[in-house]
Structure formats: C-alpha cells, structure tokens
C-alpha cells in the first residue's frame, strides 16, 4: 500500500525541509504540488527560492484552491506527490469564499483511494496558539485543524516538527 505522509509543524518548524528530505528517497517519476500564490514581491522570492531547492527530478504544479481534482488527476502518472502547503490552501479558499467543507471531503477522499503514489503533506499546526481575535482568524484555524485531523486519521504515518526535529506521531516507529 502506498503510504500518506502528514508533516505537521508551525511555522518555519522545517516541515517543508524534511517533507522534501523524505519524498526525494522514493525513487520514480516525482511531483511537487504547491498551493502558493505569488501575491507579491517577498513571497514571489521565497517561491523562486524554493524551485531552486528542488533538484530537477520533481515535475512542479502550482494549484491554489483545485488540489483534490489535481491530485486524482496526476496520482497515477507518479511514484511520490509532495504537497506544500495546505495552511495556503485553506487560506486560498476561504478569501475566496469558497465552500470549504466541499473542499476539504474532496481532498480526503482524494488521498484515500488506492492510487499507488506516495503522498507526503506538508500544513501547520495552528490548534497550539492564541484563539485569533477575528472571525475568520477563528474559521481559518477550525478549518485547518479539522482537515489536519481528517488527514491524520487516512495516513499511514505522522510527524509533528518543532525546531527542526521530525517526531513521529502515527506509523511504525523505525
């Protein structure tokens, strides 16, 4: 069976890094999905920074909100997917005012079937902190934090990252 790889952490915690570390070991055909927006200068550079971080065996897709079709789509054609990051995603939907809850069910029952790829998904852990002041501050963390659990519960294994550090969660511990 293939495996589905949650990698939780807070910001800057190095998620991405050791998502990247751990889909890079699979071998075959390599997709990077990433859900950012270059909305202006400064993330325009971090998403330039992070293709150069990229060897050029991954094959790149930029989708901001169609991720479940995108995944059922490409899922065959590859051994491993890396998703980064669903904080975005769920950011991206909600300032659209898009249905989230449709969204999101789309999206477990994408990563759930049987496709042979390996998926390894990168999002924050947002449950740790203050309770946001704002009403979508608030809707953003219940939303983020019940997708991060409807993921946890379909995926094989999970780490939480702080400081730099994987600490796995769910899975057989090596």
Request: negative net charge; proline residues 4%.
């Given at each position: 069976?293939?495996?589905?790889?949650?990698?939780?952490?807070?910001?800057?915690?190095?998620?991405?890094?050791?998502?990247?570390?751990?889909?890079?070991?699979?071998?075959?055909?390599?997709?990077?999905?990433?859900?950012?927006?270059?909305?202006?200068d400064e993330m325009s550079a971090?998403?330039?920074?992070?293709?150069?971080?990229?060897?050029?065996?991954?094959?790149?897709?930029?989708?901001?909100?169609?991720?479940?079709?995108?995944?059922?789509?490409?899922?065959?054609?590859?051994?491993?997917?890396?998703?980064?990051?669903?904080?975005?995603?769920?950011?991206n939907i909600l300032l659209r005012?898009?249905?989230?809850?449709?969204?999101?069910?789309?999206?477990?029952?994408?990563?759930?079937?049987?496709?042979?790829?390996?998926?390894?998904?990168?999002?924050?852990?947002?449950?740790?902190?203050?309770?946001?002041?704002?009403?979508?501050?608030?809707?953003?963390?219940?939303?983020?934090?019940?997708?991060?659990?409807?993921?946890?519960?379909?995926?094989?294994?999970?780490?939480?990252?702080?400081?730099?550090?994987?600490?796995?969660?769910?899975?057989?511990?090596?």
């Amino acid at each position: 069976m293939a495996k589905r790889v949650l990698i939780l952490g807070g910001a800057r915690s190095g998620k991405s890094a050791f998502a990247l570390s751990e889909a890079s070991i699979v071998s075959g055909n390599k997709a990077f999905v990433a859900t950012a927006e270059a909305l202006d200068d400064e993330m325009s550079a971090r998403i330039a920074r992070h293709r150069t971080e990229r060897a050029d065996m991954w094959d790149t897709f930029e989708e901001p909100v169609e991720l479940p079709s995108l995944v059922s789509r490409i899922a065959p054609d590859y051994n491993v997917i890396l998703i980064d990051c669903l904080t975005l995603w769920v950011s991206n939907i909600l300032l659209r005012q898009l249905p989230f809850d449709r969204y999101s069910e789309q999206f477990v029952k994408a990563i759930s079937h049987k496709a042979p790829a390996d998926l390894f998904i990168v999002s924050n852990e947002v449950g740790m902190g203050l309770v946001p002041d704002t009403a979508i501050g608030r809707e953003f963390r219940d939303n983020l934090g019940r997708l991060n659990a409807g993921i946890a519960a379909v995926s094989t294994d999970v780490y939480f990252m702080a400081a730099g550090i994987p600490m796995k969660i769910k899975g057989e511990i090596q």
